[in-house]
C-alpha cells in the first residue's frame, strides 16, 4: 500500500511540475507561482490526504482553553481524547495596528513560538485576520459605512494606512521560520464570511469588484514583500445554495488555493436538523466548486458553541461531512476567559466521551495520525 501511495504521489508531483513548465492552471499549483517548495508541497499532499481522511482543527488550541492560558503543552482537545489536532488555528487581528497583543489578548511573539511547535510535528497552520475598520478605527464587526473597501484600495483616503497595516502582516509571515530558517507554510484566511454583512468588507458594505480588489491587492502586496509561504484560502458564509452564488466574489485560480465556508449551528427548536441541512447543502456545493477549479476544499470554521448535545459529534457533525472530500473541519475557540465560549470540549464537559469517540473514528484525524505523513516533504515512505 505505502508502494502504491509513493507511486500516486509521485504522479502527482510531475504533473504539478509539468503544469508549472508551462505556466497553466493545474492540480496542486499554488496560486503564487513563487510559493517556497514545502508550501506546494504541503497543498499537493493535503490533497492526497483527503482520501484518508478529515483532519480536525481547533482554533487557538495549545494558547489557552476553558481555564487556562499559556501553560506549555496543554491542549483541552488532548485532555480528552489522547491527541492534539491535526490543524492549528491562530487569528491576527490587530497585528495590523503594531500591537504586542492581539484582539484576543494574546502575545503575537507567542502565537509565533506555537505556529513553530505545530508546525514542527507535523500540523497544519491557518490564520484568520480580523483586521480593524481602517476607514472609522472601529472593529472589523463596524459596519457603519460601506466605504471602507473603496476607501482602501488604491486611490483611497486610507490606502497608505493599508498598505503600512499590510506591511505589519506581511512582516510577521516573514517572521516565521523553523528551526534551520526555512519559511513555515501557512494557510491564511483573511475576509472570510463575506456572503454576510457582519464585517466590514461584507456582502452589502462593499461591491463584487471591491472585494475582488481587495483580495488581488492583498496578495500581491504580500507577494512584492517577499512573503511566499502562504495558501490563500477564500471562505465565505453559509449564505449560499448555488455554486454561482458561491463564486460571485471569488478573486479568481490565480489569487485562490484552498475553498471552504463557515457555518455554526444555533441554540433552537429546530437548530440541530437546520445545521445539517444547511451544512449539507453547502458541502455539495461546495465540493461542485472544488472539482471545478481544481481547488481543496474544507469546512473552514464550525461548532456549537457550549455544546449542549453529549452526542453532537458522532450524531449530528461527522455523519453530515464524513463522505465528503473536505479537507479538514476546524472549530473555533474555547475562550479562557469567558466560560462560556467554547466550541471543543474539555474534560468533565457533557459531549467529552462523544468527542473521544469521534477522534477513534477511522477517518478522523488527528495530530498523530498525520505527523508520519511528512505534508512538507516531496518523498513520502
Request: proline share 4%; aromatic share 14%; glycine share 8%.
Amino acid at each position: 500500500m505505502k508502494q502504491k501511495l509513493t507511486l500516486l504521489f509521485l504522479f502527482s508531483v510531475f504533473l504539478v511540475t509539468s503544469c508549472q513548465e508551462k505556466g497553466t492552471e493545474g492540480n496542486g499549483i499554488t496560486a503564487d507561482p513563487q510559493t517556497t517548495p514545502e508550501t506546494q508541497n504541503l497543498l499537493v499532499n493535503l490533497k492526497k490526504l483527503t482520501s484518508k481522511g478529515i483532519m480536525f482543527g481547533h482554533q487557538d488550541d495549545l494558547l489557552y482553553g476553558h481555564d487556562w492560558k499559556y501553560e506549555d503543552g496543554r491542549s483541552d482537545v488532548k485532555e480528552v481524547c489522547g491527541d492534539y489536532p491535526a490543524v492549528y488555528g491562530w487569528e491576527l487581528g490587530h497585528i495590523e495596528l503594531g500591537n504586542e497583543m492581539s484582539l484576543d489578548s494574546v502575545h503575537f511573539d507567542k502565537i509565533r513560538q506555537l505556529i513553530k511547535v505545530a508546525y514542527r510535528r507535523g500540523g497544519v497552520n491557518t490564520i484568520s485576520w480580523h483586521a480593524d475598520n481602517p476607514l472609522t478605527g472601529g472593529s472589523a464587526w463596524d459596519v457603519s459605512s460601506n466605504q471602507v473597501v473603496k476607501s482602501i484600495l488604491p486611490g483611497g483616503e486610507k490606502h497608505e494606512l493599508f498598505n503600512t497595516w499590510l506591511t505589519r502582516l506581511g512582516n510577521f509571515f516573514l517572521s516565521l521560520k523553523d528551526d534551520d530558517g526555512q519559511p513555515i507554510p501557512v494557510i491564511f484566511r483573511p475576509f472570510h464570511e463575506h456572503t454576510g454583512s457582519w464585517f466590514w468588507w461584507g456582502q452589502k458594505l462593499c461591491t463584487t469588484d471591491q472585494y475582488v480588489a481587495l483580495w488581488k491587492y492583498t496578495q500581491s502586496f504580500l507577494e512584492k514583500m517577499g512573503v511566499h509561504n502562504l495558501l490563500y484560502a477564500y471562505s465565505a458564509g453559509s449564505e449560499f445554495s448555488t455554486v454561482a452564488q458561491y463564486l460571485e466574489r471569488y478573486p479568481g485560480d490565480d489569487v485562490i488555493d484552498v475553498m471552504g465556508f463557515d457555518t455554526y449551528e444555533r441554540n433552537g427548536d429546530n437548530g440541530r436538523e437546520q445545521y445539517m441541512k444547511t451544512l449539507s447543502s453547502c458541502l455539495n456545493v461546495l465540493v461542485k466548486a472544488g472539482e471545478a477549479h481544481h481547488k481543496l476544499i474544507a469546512l473552514t470554521e464550525t461548532g456549537f458553541g457550549g455544546i449542549p448535545d453529549s452526542t453532537w459529534w458522532t450524531k449530528t457533525l461527522w455523519p453530515t461531512i464524513e463522505k465528503k472530500p473536505i479537507s479538514y473541519v476546524l472549530v473555533w475557540r474555547n475562550a479562557w476567559n469567558m466560560k462560556e465560549q467554547y466550541f471543543a470540549p474539555f474534560e468533565g464537559q457533557q459531549s467529552a466521551d462523544d468527542f473521544a469517540e469521534f477522534c477513534r473514528l477511522p477517518r478522523t484525524l488527528f495530530q498523530q495520525d498525520i505527523s508520519g505523513v511528512e505534508l512538507y516533504q516531496k518523498d513520502q515512505e
